[in-house]
Nanobody
Framework: QVQLVESGGGLVQPGGSLRLSCEASGRTFGSMGWFRQVPGKDKEFVTRITWGRGVAFYSDSVKGRFTISRDISKNTVYLYMNNLKPEDTAVYHC????????????????????WGQGTQVTVSS
């Protein structure tokens, strides 16, 4: 069973930056992703990266501002968030796909089979 632990959230002003981390333990996985969720709404896809080749895919809402990367030696995936906007405020969850279901549709939460507890990101002046 994959276990995921996020860290790095917090309060930041508009235009600021944050780095989120997600450390994974347990069995191997094919890819990892980040989703975000605000109260009363479904999880929203943010980005995904394949573990082997490091190929990244982004939602239109964060493309050009967010960057996902992974450190294989540390079993950790990072989300670098720049030029943050108030609408980026959410609980950010990392997710792992032990197979390759997310290759078919990376934006579907059901294609990931392990989730972290989430970390709050608040963008406000």
């Amino acid at each position: 069973q994959v276990q995921l632990v996020e860290s790095g959230g917090g309060l930041v002003q508009p235009g600021g930056s944050l780095r989120l981390s997600c450390e994974a333990s347990g069995r191997t996985f094919g890819s990892m992703g980040w989703f975000r969720q605000v109260p009363g709404k479904d999880k929203e896809f943010v980005t995904r990266i394949t573990w082997g080749r490091g190929v990244a895919f982004y939602s239109d809402s964060v493309k050009g501002r967010f960057t996902i990367s992974r450190d294989i030696s540390k079993n950790t995936v990072y989300l670098y968030m720049n030029n943050l906007k108030p609408e980026d405020t959410a609980v950010y969850h990392c997710a792992a796909d032990s197979g390759f279901r997310s290759a078919v549709n990376p934006e579907l939460p059901a294609n990931y089979d392990a989730w972290g507890q989430g970390t709050q990101v608040t963008v406000s002046s």
